[in-house]
């Protein structure tokens, strides 16, 4: 996340509280970029339901070479332009986070390892997000600052 939106966390009370799926009495933002997509979410007509965080779908880790727990920051249910309703798993990550590092003789040792563990550990999720949701045919969509308008 960048420095700006890592920091900013909070406890989102929504407009719509029907519309959330979870504890809406404990509806946690990790980042502006998550806040700013949850007032979309509750605002939006053609997203019936969401939630954020409310379930795991396992992954094999291959930085520490154990099984673990993935939260999907967003879960939502919407209509589309043609009426179908679908169902998608949202992740909101900064551009820079899905692609792979580049090597650079101006980093740091530790920052270009740092950046290589968190790619194959979010590219580990992403492929175990992707296969969970063509077996419950749903969509898998990465958001980041480019389609929220940051």
Request: hydrophobic share 30%.
């Amino acid at each position: 996340m960048s420095s700006e939106s890592k920091y900013y966390q909070g406890r989102f009370h929504p407009r719509n509280p029907e519309k959330y799926k979870g504890d809406v009495k404990n509806i946690i933002y990790r980042s502006s970029w998550e806040l700013k997509f949850m007032k979309w979410c509750d605002l939006n007509d053609k997203i019936l339901e969401y939630s954020s965080e409310e379930f795991f779908i396992p992954y094999y880790d291959p930085t520490t070479k154990k099984v673990r727990r993935y939260f999907p920051d967003f879960l939502i249910k919407y209509i589309t332009v043609e009426g179908v309703v679908k169902k998608a798993v949202i992740e909101i990550k900064p551009l820079r986070e899905t692609k792979e590092p580049v090597l650079s003789k101006n980093k740091r040792k530790k920052t270009i390892l740092n950046e290589t563990l968190t790619y194959a550990k979010n590219q580990a999720k992403w492929q175990a997000a992707k296969e969970f949701c063509e077996d419950h045919l749903m969509e898998f969509r990465i958001i980041t600052e480019k389609e929220l308008g940051i």
